[in-house]
């Protein structure tokens, strides 16, 4: 079973959170994600247990619980097409295209030249 691990320290490590879930079974993977380009923790991680009753028993345990300070959150983790929509990521309205401005045609307006001219192409 794979499991989701949220909230967890930056200063966590992929050995830390197997050990922390090798107290209730066999973890087969435990894995804490990093920022690519910063390489830093995100902050959360998964772990996958070979047997789904020791996996639930974790969850239960660990939910909620204190690791260095920051309290987890521990659930079954789910396929990215299954999880449900958070409440920012709803239907959106189309964007509606900015008011087209007029373009002045440069050619057909009469240049000035020196400064009175420039003003003028300046203001208009």
């Not at 050990?19 to 991680?45: H, L, M, N, P, Q």
């Amino acid at each position: 079973m794979n499991i989701y691990v949220g909230n967890l320290p930056y200063s966590v490590r992929d050995q830390e959170l197997r050990e922390t879930f090798e107290a209730f079974g066999t973890v087969t993977a435990a894995e804490v994600i990093f920022d690519k380009r910063t390489r830093r923790s995100r902050g959360y991680g998964f772990v996958e247990m070979a047997n789904e009753a020791e996996a639930r028993r974790a969850i239960e345990a660990l939910n909620g619980r204190e690791l260095h300070g920051r309290e987890l959150r521990v659930d079954a983790s789910q396929p990215k097409g299954d999880k449900p929509l958070r409440s920012d990521e709803g239907e959106r309205a189309p964007r509606r295209p900015a008011p087209a401005t007029p373009v002045r045609d440069a050619a057909a307006a009469p240049q000035a030249s020196g400064l009175k001219g420039f003003l003028k192409r300046l203001f208009g």
